[in-house]
């Protein structure tokens, strides 16, 4: 190669590079997570502050797994030392670390996993900090508590309780293979909760262009591939459309009457084979099947907040109140999505087809915009459209979830009597735990050494008496006996999956979290959720 | 020892101390392979060979926490080794960077574990792995996860299900015009972009490039439009030529764009026939694109955010400008030394390259266009991966391994007790977080753990088909089940039936059935279950005057079938039926009409194989990346 064109070569290349698409780094590091949350979700998590309390090998397994997808800012709270005992079990914590403060050095393992994560140790006391400084815990995004004492963990928890606008607080409790964890909230409304029903194509209410487009097709003149190409949806309002005509403007009601309008799709074939038709006789019963306002989205339009909205209501409700008379209005729907499902067709049909919902979906949310302007009360800042957009395509998996204080299950026997009909086993062992927290918060230290009775009397005075699941509550409580204070690392290992994942659907408010206790059985691999 | 305490009061002595000895290999150490190392390292597991075939990338850094940022592009097995062995210095651990595939790996390697855990993303080497378990006798923990969802399913010879018990998905299939000539749908564009347009431009030059036409021709296909592929095929060596010789990157990138993108368009357009009741192609002309993005540069003054970069829908002229960059990146790459360049989502430059032809085409046929993240999903086949999943997944595993464990040290080989054991779901119930199920007995009909199972040791070289053959069978008094009419098969390649016996007298060697792979002997009148035999080389010590094949003693005597359905295996019926003739696993095919398929010696290498009727196998073929589309009677290879 001369000269002159390696320098070429090198000149072009150097062009070349800045007309890549190619992500930065971050994205890349990113890749395989932001397709399950998208950037939405990936900023919110960076934005996070999370505090962990207490530097065991199962907090420290809940942090790694939020260290890697890249939360903000994580704090350990632990004032203790690393003992020979905290080794081996512990993947955060080496042997030098032995003597060193537990929170400390788990930072500085955490932290090499990701080096645009900020990571604090702080080596003082809860006890002391919820005395003199509890604003310092309301600080952060969340908090998370593995096996904290139930003195400290009650009073936590009234804290975080005792305003609306203070964090949530993931309690969890282990024990060799037994565990438990509880999100205590306050209110956790969902946007995107990437529910798995399709919102509704609408085709027993079609929209005029959808309607004017599917009269305008005279099948019978059609060339038969172009007849093989209609979307189904087209058939179907089209079909809808004359079958009403002659019938009194009915759609088809009794089974007789469906098998007709079945019927009378086929006659309109003109091969045996065309799958187009195949499919609208499958999706027939979109012709009758009402599409109006979801009984779970409807019944968010009675939340007491809506009643009550005011400035600082968040943008959430603001935009719940528009969509709440936006369904009083004609046809009683939510606002069209524009996404279709896979449809045999042609591209020609199916793009055209594909405008039109998107055109329709553009003009209904316009209408939601004004509606959200007009409302009675304004949101103290206007809401940006990003999230009308992100609301109006999601309305319809919407979720307000309200939380309970921790062991408000534990003073409604009836509830825990409801729960150990579906799941004795499970309740069993959450009553084991609880009735540990009950004898702890006496002052008495529970080890393996502790009367099985003594629990079972703790237990007995939550549930009244066990009845039926009797057996279950010896069981549990001579499983949690076993090992009561050990922090198995198969456990932790799981545990710190499962808690992460939930905190991570906090933070980013998608995906519904577990609402209750999540109750796990790692010897049978069960969980159950409680008293939600 | 205060490593121990919490362990041993929870798993008890006689397990716990067996843990330091017990020996596991773990196959994979990718995501759930890393969360699975250090469990079982903190779980007292003191012996753990660890395979990956892989390296490190970038994008496995937000849930493979043994590696870090300087680690990229080195073995993960040995830098996942190196990471764990420093948390316990006590354990040991052998990183082995291969494939699982490859021969040394042979059953005898399998037969010296304890257990095995699987933590694999792709199934062929999932299935790959289940065999050889089945075959050296080893309990196997299965995983998988995708996004949120995972699952954890622990595999024990007669007395669960085996992988393969249950049908696979299978990938969508799409016929060759569609992707040759006239996609309707993003996935088409993006297929043809990365499985032929690449290969075409960048990949091997294919001699026999034709003789897929050929082929077509002859079984009467389109004439025009296979003359007019044809044309099309010819003029792609003048490009690949120009990207590879002196000509200037910009303009041999123009070449390629011109004749892709506007000549083989026009060619296709002139065959009216086909645009009859499809909206034709549209042409794309370079100079016309640049000039309007000239015109309108100024308009688009906003740069997105760096992070949603490739989240944005191109326009025509940067997919020009695109398809002209990455053409140039990927060119100077082979004038540089690089042989060939094949589609990897994790390449820039051919993902660059993916995501522009593959709009262009789009835009050409009217076909909504894709960002270039969503390019890399389809064409990647990408799955969403986290570390939550993998945590909560590798949890579990240690524990169904632990089960499973303990039945192999302390129970009753005959009555094995089960009640442990669980196949456990992830899934995406917030009312319940995992969905367990008690474990399900193998399928009786299962083409892979019914097999019975043995092993030959031997010096392929030496060995006859023959040998092996009539050995396994025996005599029928007291050694096996006595002679009896059976065919042989390498895979799906068949060696011998009772109409066809001039491989029998040919070595192992020379048939291709070598150390590792699995000879399988099917009964014609589908009275005995199958048997598949393994091969492994003969030991150590062998006496060089020793015999060059050692049988297994006793020799197994596989179980009479119930039913008398014919084997799965067998040949099929004289029908109309296509049939293979392959050395390797592509295969090309041909067509019979109603006459018996011949015996075809190909390329001197005496195998023949047929494609059977059986749709197990067929599901096999489309398993390995081979989709058969009954429309076209073509073949073509979407993923290996
Ligand atoms: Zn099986």
């Known amino acids: 190669m001369s000269q002159t064109e390696s320098q070429d070569i090198e000149t072009a290349t150097t062009s070349l590079q800045t007309t890549s698409v190619a992500p930065d780094n971050k994205t890349r590091r990113y890749d395989r997570q932001l397709r399950l949350w998208a950037s939405s979700g990936q900023a919110a998590l960076e934005s996070s502050k999370i505090l962990v309390i207490s530097g065991s090998g199962t907090s420290a397994s809940v942090l790694k797994n939020l260290v890697l997808p890249g939360i903000g800012h994580f704090t350990i709270l632990d004032p203790h030392k690393v003992t020979e005992a905290d080794i081996g079990s512990n993947f955060f914590l080496e042997t030098e670390s ?22 604090v140790a702080n080596t003082s006391d809860l006890a002391t900090i919820l005395k003199n400084d509890p604003t310092y815990l309301t600080s952060f995004t969340l908090l998370i508590a593995h096996n904290l004492h139930p003195e400290l963990l009650e009073q936590l928890s009234s804290l975080l309780r005792s305003d609306p606008f203070h964090p949530p607080l993931i309690v969890v409790r282990s024990a060799g293979f037994l565990a438990e964890f509880f999100i205590q909230f306050h209110e956790h409304t969902i946007i995107d909760s990437h529910s798995e029903t399709p919102p509704s194509l609408r085709i027993d209410k079609p929209f005029p262009a959808l309607l004017d487009h599917a009269l305008s097709l005279d099948l019978s003149k059609l060339d038969p591939t172009d007849h093989g190409h209609i979307p189904y949806i087209v058939i179907l309002v089209k079909a809808a459309h004359e079958w009403k005509a002659s019938h009194d403007g009915r759609v088809p009601k009794t089974t007789e009457e469906r098998k007709e309008f079945k019927k009378y799709l086929q006659s309109l074939r003109v091969k045996a084979d065309e799958e187009n038709f195949e499919e609208a006789e499958a999706q027939a019963y979109r012709v009758w099947a009402v599409t109006n306002v979801p009984s779970e989205i409807s019944s968010l339009f009675n939340d007491p907040i809506l009643a009550n909205l005011t400035p600082t209501s968040p943008p959430f409700f603001h935009l719940l109140a528009a969509l709440k008379t936006y369904t009083e209005k004609e046809p009683h729907t939510l606002p069209l999505s524009a996404t279709l499902p896979d449809i045999k067709s042609d591209t020609t049909n199916y793009i ?35 999230l009308i957009d992100e609301f109006v395509r999601n309305s319809h998996g919407l979720k307000v979830l309200r939380g309970e204080k921790w062991r408000a299950v534990d003073q409604d026997s009836a509830r825990l009597k409801e729960a150990s009909q579906s799941y004795p086993s499970h309740t069993a062992i959450h009553l084991a735990f609880s009735a540990m927290a009950a004898l702890e918060l006496k002052g008495v230290q529970v080890d393996h050494t502790t009367p099985a009775e003594d629990l079972k009397s703790e237990a007995a005075k939550i549930y009244g008496p066990f009845e039926e699941i009797e057996e279950e509550i010896d069981n549990a409580i001579a499983e949690l006996l076993r090992a009561p204070n050990a922090d198995l690392p198969t456990t932790a290992a799981f545990l710190g999956g499962l808690v992460a994942q939930e905190a991570i659907k906090i933070i980013t408010k998608q995906y519904v979290p577990v609402k209750g206790y999540c109750v796990i059985d790692l010897i049978s691999s069960t969980t159950s959720v409680i008293g939600a | ?40 390292v903190l779980t007292g597991f003191g012996d753990i060979t660890l395979l990956d075939l892989d390296t490190i990338d970038l994008s496995n850094l937000n849930r493979q926490f043994l590696f870090r940022k300087k680690d990229v592009k080195q073995s993960k097995a040995l830098i996942a080794a190196k990471t764990a062995s420093a948390f316990n210095p006590a354990v040991k651990i052998t990183p082995i960077h291969a494939n699982i595939k490859d ?5 005898d390697w399998f037969s010296q574990f304890d257990i095995v855990l699987n933590a694999l993303d792709n199934l062929d080497a999932r299935r790959h792995v289940n065999k050889m378990c089945l075959a050296a006798n080893v309990p196997l923990v299965e995983s998988g996860t995708a996004g949120y969802l995972g699952q ?16 696979k998905p299978t990938p969508k299939t799409f016929p060759v015009c569609t992707i040759r000539s006239t996609p309707s749908q993003p996935i088409h564009s993006i297929v043809w972009a990365k499985s032929y347009l690449m290969p075409q431009l960048f990949g091997e030059d294919e001699e026999d490039g034709g003789t897929e036409l050929d082929d077509a021709e002859k079984q009467g296909e389109n004439a025009d439009e296979i003359a007019s592929l044809r044309a099309q095929a010819a003029a792609f060596k003048s490009v690949r030529l120009a990207l590879r010789d002196s000509t200037p990157l910009e303009e041999a990138a123009r070449k390629a764009f011109e004749k892709v993108f506007f000549h083989d368009v026009k060619t296709l357009l002139s065959m009216a026939d086909m645009w009859k009741s499809r909206k034709p192609p549209l042409p794309l002309n370079y100079d016309e694109i640049t000039q309007v993005a000239a015109s309108s540069a100024k308009e688009n003054g906003s740069s997105p955010s760096v992070n949603l970069r490739d989240q944005k829908q191109l326009s025509l002229a940067e997919c020009l400008e695109l398809f002209i960059a990455s053409s140039c990146r990927l060119a100077l790459r082979l004038r540089s030394g690089e042989d060939t360049i094949s589609f990897d989502k994790d390449d820039d430059d051919a993902l660059d390259f993916v995501c522009a032809s593959s709009n262009l085409r789009s835009f050409s046929y009217s076909i909504p266009t894709k960002s270039r993240w969503e390019v890399k999903e389809m064409a990647g086949n990408i799955i969403p991966a986290i570390a939550t999943t993998n945590a909560i997944v590798s949890g579990l595993i240690v524990l169904q391994a632990l089960h499973l464990l303990r039945i192999s040290y302390f129970a009753s080989k005959a009555t094995p007790p089960t009640a ?24 009786p009909s299962c083409g892979v753990c019914r097999d019975t199972y ?37 895979d799906k390649r068949v060696l011998s039936d009772p109409d066809f016996d001039d491989n029998l007298d040919r070595t192992l060697e020379s048939l291709g059935v070598t150390r590792g792979k699995f000879l399988t002997i099917t009964d014609e009148d589908g009275d005995w279950a199958t048997l598949a035999i393994s091969i492994c080389l003969l030991p150590k010590d062998h006496p060089v005057d020793g015999p060059h094949l050692i049988l297994p003693s006793p020799t197994p005597i596989p179980p009479r079938k119930v039913k008398a359905a014919p084997a799965s295996l067998k040949r099929p019926a004289d029908d109309d039926d296509g049939i293979e003739i392959s050395e390797g696993p592509v295969t090309k095919k041909a067509r019979t009409n109603g006459t018996s398929p011949p015996h075809l010696n190909g390329n001197g290498n005496g195998t023949k194989t047929f494609l059977t009727k059986s749709p197990s196998k067929k599901q096999i073929l489309e398993d390995e990346g081979l989709i058969i589309v009954d429309k076209d009677d073509d073949v073509i290879i979407i993923e290996d």
Do not use: W
């Open chain 2, 420 to 443: 442990t054991l669980r196949n456990v779901n992830i899934q995406f119930k917030p009312s319940a977080p995992l969905g367990a199920s008690r474990i399900v007995p193998p399928n």
């Open chain 1, 98 to 119: 032995v003597g060193k403060y537990k929170a400390e050095e788990e930072v500085r393992l955490l932290k090499e996993l990701n080096d645009g994560v900020e990571g």
């Open chain 2, 103 to 107: 021969a040394d790996y042979d059953v």
């Open chain 2, 454 to 490: 043995t092993t030959v040791h031997c010096d392929p070289s030496k060995t006859l088909l023959r040998e092996v053959i009539d050995g396994i069978l025996g005599d029928g008094d007291g050694v096996g089940t006595g002679p009896r009419e059976v065919s042989t098969y390498e």
């Open chain 1, 352 to 386: 055209h087809l594909q405008n039109l919902y998107k055109r329709r979906a553009e003009e209904e949310k316009e209408e939601f915009t004004k509606i959200l302007v007009a409302n009675p009360v304004q949101p103290q800042t206007p809401i940006d459209k990003g």
């Open chain 2, 152 to 167: 954890v399913q622990p595999l024990l010879k007669n007395v669960t299900e085996c992988f393969d018990c249950l049908p």
């Open chain 2, 1 to 40: 020892m205060p490593r121990s305490s919490h362990a041993l009061a929870i798993l008890g002595s006689g397990l716990y101390s067996k843990l330091p000895e017990t020996r596991v290999l773990l196959v994979g150490a990718g995501g759930i392979g890393c969360e699975l190392l250090k469990n079982l």
